[in-house]
T-cell receptor, first 112, second 115 residues
Framework: DQQVKQNSPSLSVQEGRISILNCDYT??????FLWYKKYPAEGPTFLIS?????DKNEDGRFTVFLNKSAKHLSLHIVPSQPGDSAVYFC???????????FGGGTRVLVKP | DADVTQTPRNRITKTGKRIMLECSQT?????MYWYRQDPGLGLRLIYY???????NKGEISDGYSVSRQAQAKFSLSLESAIPNQTALYFC??????????????FGSGTRLTVV
């Protein structure tokens, strides 16, 4: 049973518009939530994270929102750029275990 | 040079063959991990090691084994490869103590095809 789910396998957005990626989780014991970005032929790279005690974290064009009651988080990219085209993975971790649990990924295509 | 190096980058092997994927790191991290990526399933943890002599099974360890030869080296073996082990395999490392990204560094991956 997947503890972290990304229900949208793909997303297409126009350059300059907002991209919204969603992620749901089932384990309320997760301490941190992270987003990773992956280009073809490369390994995932860290993008942004949020502690379970926060509801928002912003870093430049990237903002992550956490709704603990709904066990839901989202990543907003504003404005979207063609270089943002990649696969985005949502991940969660319990601090004590230090093992990342990943969602299935969302492929984002930003059209010029 | 990359912080986490995986070899080979691509491999095609036959069903029943034994194959080893290797990972080495220059990060100085104690913790190392092997994940596999399948479409729609994300990355799933196969094995992990928090130190030399420490080996732990992940969520999908059946059919795999690992060896932590040194702090910097963590290899993954498929004792008798089968077609459903065709996937993209990633090695990762992390620091002992957490920070905002938990210090995970991934290699570039090994694409394995079992025919």
């Amino acid at each position: 049973d997947q503890q972290v789910k990304q229900n949208s396998p793909s997303l297409s957005v126009q350059e300059g518009r907002i991209s919204i990626l969603n992620c749901d989780y089932t384990n309320s014991m997760f301490d941190y939530f992270l987003w990773y970005k992956k280009y073809p032929a490369e390994g995932p790279t860290f993008l942004i994270s949020i502690s379970s005690i926060k509801d928002k974290n912003e870093d430049g064009r990237f903002t992550v929102f956490l709704n603990k009651s709904a066990k839901h988080l989202s990543l907003h990219i504003v404005p979207s750029q063609p270089g943002d085209s990649a696969v985005y993975f949502c991940a969660a971790i319990k601090a004590a275990g230090n093992k990342l649990t990943f969602g299935g990924g969302t492929r984002v295509l930003v059209k010029p | 040079d990359a912080d986490v190096t995986q070899t080979p980058r691509n491999r095609i092997t036959k069903t029943g063959k034994r194959i080893m994927l290797e990972c080495s790191q220059t990060k100085g991290h104690d913790r190392m991990y092997w994940y596999r990526q399948d479409p729609g399933l994300g990355l799933r943890l196969i094995y992990y090691s928090f130190d030399v002599k420490d080996i732990n099974k992940g969520e999908i360890s059946d059919g795999y084994s690992v060896s932590r030869q040194a702090q910097a080296k963590f290899s993954l073996s498929l004792e008798s490869a089968i077609p459903n082990q065709t996937a993209l395999y990633f090695c990762a490392t992390s620091a002992t103590t957490g920070n905002k990204d938990y210090g995970y560094t991934f290699g570039s991956g090994t694409r394995l095809t079992v025919v």
